[in-house]
């Protein structure tokens, strides 16, 4: 499983570089399976062992919060994204447009929704996030997630809305 960094990432999980089946595997994509992820004790892992990713994107006010990650990605159907990821305290735009669960294990926060009510996050808590939700992020203490965000390809997201709505 491949781990990316920054912009990298992104790019990399397009272009289907990142595939979980193994050379020898000569199945088409649509019937290879992804292996499991496992993210051994995500609260212990030191902020040195993730990797930069830089300041956040869209920034509000004096304090930018800084970002640290790791990231598993699988191109099968869909980009799964599946990772580990840190802010320190800082207030910006929500960048993650696709569908999210996140579990928090670690800060605290406030989300204020561009839509809905503001809620406070802390260790513990549990958020789905629906493609396209975008807000306010306002960290106060160091925050880290566990997360999976999904992105359906177009003719896969086309079935699904066909056959479940």
């Keep these: 499983m491949a781990a990316l960094k920054g912009a990298d990432r992104g790019a ?18 649509s019937t290879q399976m992804m292996p499991p992820v496992r993210l051994a004790n995500p609260l212990a892992i030191p902020s040195s062992q993730l990797e930069d990713w830089g300041p956040v994107n869209e920034p509000e006010g004096e304090r930018v919060g800084q970002v640290r990650g790791r990231e598993h990605v699988s ?15 800082g207030r910006w735009r929500r960048q993650v447009m696709e569908h999210e669960f996140a579990h928090f294990v670690a800060g605290r926060a406030r989300f204020i929704p561009d839509r809905g009510e503001p809620f406070d996050i802390n260790p513990g808590d549990a958020v789905w996030f629906p493609a396209n939700t975008t807000g306010m992020w306002d960290i106060t ?10 992105t359906f390809h177009r003719k896969i997201w086309k079935l699904y809305t066909l056959l479940w709505h």
């Design 12 to 29: 990399a999980a397009l272009s289907g570089s990142c595939s979980q089946a193994g050379a020898s595997d000569h199945r088409p994509a």
């Design 75 to 89: 191109v099968l159907g869909g980009v799964f994204r599946v990772g580990v990821w840190e802010c320190s305290p």
């Design 141 to 150: 203490e160091t925050l880290r997630k566990t997360y999976i965000i999904v």
